[in-house]
């Protein structure tokens, strides 16, 4: 489902969950607001959820772990989401990508999120989480135009918000 850059505002409407064989959700550049529905946990298929650039607020829902095991790329950012990562994401076991930056998301990264054996891509930039070790291989974008001696010290113990 490919809704991208309609000018859609608003909640998402909790009918699109009736849409339980979706594999592919993009709402990406809206104006859609509120809180993300739980009623979308009916979408078990979902491998790709894209909701960047709108203007949805509240926590992400812990939820969407468990019901969307299937997950491989899921895009948050450029919203207003805050509070922490959910640990239930971790049941995300084949996730490739996951992009949460530009929100108000604090705490640190869970320790769950180390069976992501598979992720290659982490944003993380823009948000006030607090010092998180990580695997080598991944891919993590902190923040912007930092150099490679300050994201040394960001993993010490350094949060950006204060």
């Known amino acids: 489902m490919y809704l991208w850059k309609n000018s859609f505002d608003g909640p998402i409407p909790t009918s699109w969950s009736e849409w339980e064989q979706v594999r592919v959700v993009s709402l990406d ?6 809180n993300l529905p739980i009623e979308l946990t009916r979408w078990t298929h979902l491998e790709r959820f894209y909701v960047q650039h709108n203007d949805f607020s509240g926590t992400l829902p812990v939820e969407y772990g468990n019901a969307w095991r299937q997950m491989k ?4 950012d450029k919203n207003q989401f805050s509070g922490p990562l959910p640990p239930e994401y971790a049941l995300w076991s084949g996730l490739l990508s996951l ?17 992501w054996t598979d992720l290659v891509h982490l944003t993380l930039s823009h948000n006030c989480f607090m010092a998180s070790d990580f695997p080598p291989e991944w891919n993590v974008h902190l923040l912007e135009n930092r150099t490679s001696e ?13």
């Open 29 to 34: 550049h809206n104006h859609l607001s509120g």
């Open 73 to 76: 790329v899921a895009a948050f």
């Open 99 to 115: 992009h949460v930056h530009d929100n108000h998301l604090t705490g640190t990264l869970p320790s769950e999120y180390r069976l």
């Open 150 to 162: 300050q994201i040394v010290g960001w993993q010490r113990g350094m949060s950006r918000c204060g």
